[in-house]
């Protein structure tokens, strides 16, 4: 396996950086006073700067220098955080990301207007002389006394691959006063263990200045939370030594023993004094508790376990009819390794939602600016996983969802006050798991959808009769057709009538579903249901007819067997008393056209999407199969009842049914049913 | 295994390509006795070689075999060193070997 382009690396890290710098600034913009929020952004700026610099991407370096330096001067209390600075570097950031993607493209007309803001922005947000005597922290405050620090510090050893350069930091100390550096290579390892791109070595630096224990802390500051410090003013414990100890014995000696004068000796560590050593010591260093994988080398080794599971049910169906009892002990040993690989390989996938609720902030930060509505965005069930592949595919319809619910859904101030609701509107973003689900709502507290327009509006597109009479369900739906749009004017933010039916494409192509429910004046929520993962799932295999399919697991409810008896009565209708509950049920050998007689015992199983059932019927229940899906081809696309295939031990192909189909099919048969009736 | 060699480095001496330096250190003191670096006087350098090098120095030693520098620490190797802190407690050794100061009684 090659090692990966530094450049990539790079790429990976700043795009940590700026989601970082973003959710700092998005908070800061709430709480312009807290310190934490300034310097958390100063460090995503600092080091996006120095890694850029130290891989080469220099006018990014060049580009968020300016903006570093405008928190500096924030952090520093010669500054304000303003709303303004705020705004400036959030484009600035977009700037930044635009110069890490591509280095050598034409940005100078972008980089003259955004330093021009934030220029303006810096003037406008200079303290008042009061203020900033009054509010500078005290380290910037009158000088005191030169006082000479002893400082250790060992940095953790990814520090080369993070694009920190260590020798950065020794120079800022320099410059804090006198200086004197000692470097410890004690802890650097034998050459064949050794990284190359790891650091193992550490400092002992004695530094006599008139800055504070604050200034100095502030050098590390990037980098505090990973590494070992140690700072020790004369009065915190052992005085310093008058020469520091050479940490290194001399380790050409024993080639020139002969020459040699006698090696320093190194000194006892005192117990005040705890050479900066065993403070890196790898075994006192922070454990690693992540390890950053490319996501393509995850989708690799999802395949891969896609391909064992396939043979393993291969396996497994050999080990049936044979009578070797040591190849069914391993197909059944096989079989469990299997079912584990997969959980362990889909916890792997598994990343919380709040990584793409993150994203939003930003958005409806834009989007205030943009309507000139206020808007307060919430979340909920962040911690909700989901496969990252759905993830990924899901940010740009919840865009169209957000957008929509800012646009159209939230009133401007005005009509809000009038409303007697608050002047800001909401939007609301929450996840919840369900069986083999993800519901994930946008719900906003507006106006509503105003069905009197949805339904001209399909009137006059054709969609519907003119006064035709339709369900409520039914007529909000309509607003997912391609090219709809209540909107009575186009703004940037949607109203081209092309959102919605995307939204609706995307999640259909996750083999989700959207529900829409609306109260006039009161808001609306669209809520879409998202299967957990893409790649495996559990399903049940069933035959009907000759041919097998595979039913979700998550959706099935139960199995009853469908008597001879109950089947003959049934005949004319479609549906079965279930617990005094009756549920509306589709002979899948009808609908799949088989032209096979049915099984004598034929089997229902109930499956449900949240409230609403129906029960498939099937010739037989042939048992759980862990399911490898498979797209089906282009051609396909319009086969609304199967979402998926499999290949089945055997090398047979089988079709994955897609459950929301065959349940919104029932209901339209109950509809239909109850309608004659 | 043969006696000796020289290596000229590449002028790249930083984290980017420290791992091909890595490897041609490593099979330089696997297949010889002495080993003597040629380091470009313009040659960018940062502390992953400087720690490299004191890791094969350690090796060599432990081995018994010779490794040295064609020429004394210069250029930004020099300044390397001197930002590091390797040459503020540097024994006679390290003197000998980075900067080719010999000891005197």
């Given at each position: ?561 469908l008597?001879q008896e109950e089947d003959l009565r049934s005949r004319g209708r479609a549906f079965l008393s279930?617990?005094?509950?009756l549920?509306p049920f589709i002979r899948?050998?009808e ?7 049915p ?18 019927i ?51 048969q109950e509809?239909q049913l109850r309608a004659i009736a | ?105």
């Amino acid at each position: 396996m090659s090692n990966p382009d530094p450049a990539d690396i790079f790429r990976i890290e700043a795009a940590e950086l700026l989601e970082q710098m973003e959710q700092g600034l998005l908070d800061l913009e709430h709480r312009l006073d807290d310190r934490t929020l300034v310097d958390a952004v100063f460090r995503a700026l600092h080091t996006l700067k120095g890694s850029g610099a130290m891989f080469g991407f220099d006018r990014l370096a060049a580009f968020t220098h300016h903006c570093e330096t405008a928190f500096d001067r924030v952090r520093k209390g010669q500054a304000e955080a303003t709303p303004a600075l705020v705004s400036a570097v959030l484009e600035a950031r977009d700037h930044m990301r635009a110069l890490v993607e591509d280095p050598s493209g034409d940005h100078a007309a972008e980089e003259r207007y955004l330093l021009e803001r934030l220029q303006a922005a810096v003037s406008g947000a200079v303290a008042a002389p009061m203020a900033s005597v009054a509010d500078a922290p005290a380290k910037t405050a009158t000088p005191t006394a030169p006082t000479t620090w002893r400082i250790r510090f060992g940095l953790p050893e990814n520090t080369f691959v993070n694009g920190t350069n260590p020798l950065s930091f020794l120079d800022e100390l320099r410059a804090m006063g006198e200086c004197r550096v000692v470097l410890d290579r004690s802890t650097l390892p034998p050459l064949e263990q050794l990284d190359p791109t790891a650091l193992y070595l550490a400092w002992d630096v004695t530094l006599t200045t008139d800055r504070s224990r604050a200034d100095i802390e502030d050098v590390f500051l990037f980098v505090m939370d990973d590494m070992a410090l140690e700072i020790e003013a004369p009065s915190d414990g052992a005085p310093l030594p008058e020469v520091a100890p050479p940490v290194l014995s001399d380790i050409d000696a024993p080639a020139r023993a002969a020459a040699a004068e006698p090696p320093p000796e190194r000194p006892e560590p005192e117990a005040a004094a705890r050479p900066v050593a065993d403070a890196a010591d790898p075994k006192l260093r922070r454990k690693v508790e992540s390890v950053r994988v490319p996501a393509e080398r995850l989708d690799e080794l999802m395949d891969r376990v896609g391909e064992l599971v396939i043979v393993q049910s291969r396996l497994q169906q050999i080990a049936a009819t044979s009578s070797d009892i040591g190849l069914r002990t391993v197909s059944e040993e096989m079989e469990r390794l299997c079912s584990e690989l997969r959980v362990t390989m889909m916890v792997l996938r598994m990343v919380p939602v709040a990584t793409l609720f993150d994203r939003y902030r930003r958005l409806v930060h834009d989007l205030q600016r943009d309507t000139g509505k206020k808007i307060e965005l919430s979340t909920d069930g962040e911690s909700t996983e989901m496969d990252k592949t759905v993830i990924e595919r899901l940010a740009d319809p919840l865009v169209h969802l957000v957008r929509n619910a800012a646009d159209h859904g939230l009133e401007n101030g005005e009509a809000r006050r009038a409303a007697g609701k608050p002047e800001a509107g909401s939007i609301r973003l929450s996840a919840r798991q369900t069986g083999g689900e993800v519901i994930i709502s946008v719900t906003d507290d507006g106006r509503g959808i105003d069905r009197a327009r949805v339904r001209a509006k399909a009137e006059a597109a054709g969609l519907i009769q003119p006064g035709a009479t339709i369900a409520d369900q039914d007529l909000l739906q309509l607003i997912f057709q391609p090219g709809f749009s209540t909107a009575s004017s186009v703004t940037n933010l949607s109203g081209r009538g092309v959102g919605m039916d995307v939204v609706k494409k995307a999640i259909e192509s996750l083999h989700g579903s959207i529900d829409l429910a609306s109260r006039p004046g009161e808001g609306s929520t669209v809520s879409l249901r998202i299967p957990l993962t893409l790649a495996i799932i559990d399903g049940l295999l069933v035959r009907v007819g000759e041919g097998r399919y595979v039913i979700p697991l998550p959706a099935v409810e139960e199995c009853i067997e469908l008597s001879q008896e109950e089947d003959l009565r049934s005949r004319g209708r479609a549906f079965l008393s279930l617990r005094d509950t009756l549920v509306p049920f589709i002979r899948l050998r009808e609908l799949f056209a088989t032209g096979t007689r049915p099984d004598p015992y034929q089997k229902m199983v109930v499956v449900s999407t949240g409230e609403e059932r129906v029960g498939l019927i099937v010739d037989q229940i042939i048992g759980h199969h862990q399911t490898v899906i498979k797209s089906m081809s282009k051609l396909h696309d319009d086969v609304t009842t199967f979402s998926g295939a499999t290949i089945l031990g055997d090398g047979s192909v089988a079709l994955i049914l897609d459950v929301a189909n065959l349940v919104s099919l029932g209901q339209e048969q109950e509809a239909q049913l109850r309608a004659i009736a | 295994m043969e006696n000796s060699t020289v290596i000229r480095m590449h002028p790249n001496l930083c984290v980017s390509d420290i791992r091909a330096s890595y490897s041609t250190l490593v099979e330089a003191l696997d297949g010889f006795s002495s080993i003597q670096l040629g380091i470009p006087t313009d040659a960018i350098v940062d502390l992953s070689f400087l720690q490299l090098i004191e890791a094969a120095r350690l090796r060599a030693n432990e081995q018994g075999k010779s490794l040295s520098l064609l020429e004394p620490a210069n250029g930004e190797l020099r300044r390397a060193l001197d930002r590091s802190g390797l040459m503020t407690a540097a024994t006679s050794a390290d003197r000998s070997f980075w900067l080719h100061e010999e000891t005197t009684q």
